[in-house]
């Protein structure tokens, strides 16, 4: 019922990553990073296709990530994650062309998770994290305008998730209908 959800990302302390294609006995409890799940599917539910998240935040930074995961969460509780991608705010707009973001505003982040073909089978569940690194399988972003890979200072981002009428943040599947 919450419109919003909130962490801070610490650079000092990154949400490790690399996670990709294996299981996951027990997810480590972080509080950087935010975490989805359905309900225990009812029917198998196929996804082949090109994984993308619409994401509407903010940050009190002037630059962070977001980071997105997709995952199969299967019934005695262990995680298969299948696909990931990022959004780097200064390159949300031009890949090469730094535009830095205004603290407190809200934007709007299109993440390419890439494309993934999973069944998920009746009692499993559909998980999407988000969170802002994945180290060390991308570079730390230090949420400061220096640039990437040069500055020494970092700042902890306060981020905000919305997800109400006005800012719906999703997830858009492939579902192939049989």
């Known amino acids: 019922a919450a419109e919003s959800d909130s962490y801070d990302y610490d650079p000092q302390d990154p949400t ?3 996670e990709m294609l294996h299981f996951i006995e027990k997810d480590e409890e972080r509080r950087d990073t935010l975490v989805y ?3 225990a ?3 198998p539910v196929n996804v082949t296709g090109m994984v993308t998240m619409k994401l ?3 940050t009190d930074a002037r630059d962070t990530d977001f980071f997105c995961r997709i995952a199969d969460v299967f019934p005695d509780g262990r995680t298969l994650f299948l696909a990931s991608g990022l959004v ?6 031009a890949e090469r062309q730094p535009n830095f973001i205004e603290p407190n505003i809200v934007y709007e982040y299109e993440i390419n ?3 993934i073909s999973n069944l998920f089978l009746a009692g499993h569940n559909i998980r999407v ?3 802002s690194s994945s180290f060390p399988e991308y570079d730390r972003n230090h949420n400061t305008t220096d640039p990437i890979g040069k500055g020494r200072d970092t700042v902890v981002a306060h981020q905000t998730i919305l997800h109400s009428e006005e800012y719906p943040s999703h997830l858009l599947l492939p579902v192939i209908q049989r």
């Open 16 to 18: 490790p990553g690399n």
């Open 129 to 131: 994290d988000i969170c």
């Open 113 to 115: 998770i890439g494309g």
């Open 37 to 39: 799940t359905t309900s």
């Open 56 to 58: 509407f935040a903010k």
């Open 88 to 93: 780097r705010a200064r390159y949300r707009l």
């Open 41 to 43: 599917l009812t029917e």
